[in-house]
């Protein structure tokens, strides 16, 4: 069972997403980066990530799934 919110993981994905703040937030450093220098691959990667966490679907750098 991971430690991280659902909440807040779905709010920073929809309000800062484009630059990977939910990724660092899961611990997902490297491709929280990858986010920040693409823009979320302008938008793309951010709206499947949402889709993501949104299902339930969406792990933390551990492999924990992110659930309400």
Request: with cysteine; charged share 15%.
């Amino acid at each position: 069972m991971t430690q991280k919110n659902f909440l807040a993981t779905l709010l920073l994905c929809l309000f800062v997403g484009g630059f990977g703040v939910h990724r660092f937030y899961v611990g997902k450093i490297g491709t929280g980066l990858l986010m920040f220098f693409t823009f979320g691959g302008l938008g793309i990667w951010t709206l499947i990530d949402f889709i993501m966490i949104a299902i339930g679907k969406f792990t933390d750098k551990e492999g924990h799934l992110i659930k309400a």
